[in-house]
């Protein structure tokens, strides 16, 4: 089961129970992906011990000028302009680029061929029982959606675990799409703001086009108005978790402690939570089918 966890804005909480939901599940085989490779920090409250680092490079088009005939084909098939033809000359844009190697595959005389650049680094550990493989895209790149798609890549082909956790990055952009895309299982966290609500409402979009079953956590559910709750009673959207605004929790956080660990009385929370999940993946199924 591949179980993501996303937020239509950053600062819910996602992190918090990605990690904590890892941790009490870890008998069960548990890989964690953290796909938040702008900001991964998975293994600052897992604390794995890393057995391997590695950087990773995209594909940047590499023209041989000599060669080409200067027919702009890569030009036009690029949707990013991050390639251009101008007279008898062709301009690579790096920064634009999103390694999808279609320039080199269009290319009808073979002018174009491999160059790579580094656009940042992935690690692999283990905490406890719990495989943690996560990205860091370079400071000053743009494009994370390559480095998501290779922690996936190498986490989804690795692993023989029963659950797959993916850390999704905040938002419901293409990073998001990225990350989320494939799993068996969304869950949206959010919090009882105006803000919380109104990015809930995109993410829940974003996830209804993916047509992959959902859920909702909320976060710090004592404070703010009721407003998420009126909002998934009357769109139907299961409310899987909440979490009270409880100080003890904020203490154990900025500490880098997990709150199961700290405070093993909210392991329950958890645990049912996963339940929820699969009750809710198989209600979904029923009316799919």
């Known amino acids: 089961m591949v179980i993501a966890i996303a937020s239509g804005k950053g600062g819910t909480g996602k992190t918090t129970i990605a990690t904590n939901l890892a941790r009490i599940l870890e008998d069960r085989s548990v890989t964690l992906l953290d796909c938040d490779v702008e900001e991964p920090n998975c293994h600052l409250f897992l604390k794995p011990i890393i057995e391997k680092e590695r950087t990773f490079k995209t594909f940047i088009p590499v023209v041989d000028l000599e060669v080409c005939t200067f027919c702009g084909k890569c030009s036009e098939l690029c949707q990013f302009g991050s390639i251009v033809t101008i007279k008898k000359n062709v301009l690579v844009f790096p920064e634009l680029c999103h390694g999808c190697e279609g320039c080199k595959l269009i290319c009808p005389v073979g002018a174009i061929s491999d160059g790579n650049k580094e656009i940042g680094t992935i690690n692999h550990g283990y905490s406890g029982k719990i495989k943690i493989i996560y990205g860091r895209l370079r400071i000053g790149e743009a494009m994370s959606p390559p480095l998501i798609q290779e922690v996936k890549r190498l986490g989804l082909s690795e692993s023989r675990q029963d659950i797959t956790i993916i850390d999704a990055p905040p938002g419901t952009s293409c990073p998001v799409i990225e990350a989320v895309k494939g799993s068996d299982f969304i869950l949206l966290v959010t919090e009882p703001t105006p803000f919380g609500l109104h990015d809930l409402k995109l993410a829940v979009e974003m996830v209804k086009v993916l047509n992959i079953p959902f859920g909702v956590a909320i976060n710090r559910s004592t404070t703010g ?44 929370h958890f645990e049912t939570l996963y339940e929820k999940v699969k009750i809710t993946m198989k209600s979904f199924e029923e009316v799919s089918s």
């Open 225 to 268: 108005d009721r407003n998420v709750w009126q909002y998934c009673k009357q769109n139907a959207v299961p409310i899987l978790l909440d979490i009270p605004d409880d100080r003890e929790i904020a203490t154990a956080y900025s500490r880098g402690e997990l709150i199961v660990q700290s405070l093993p009385h909210y392991r329950e």
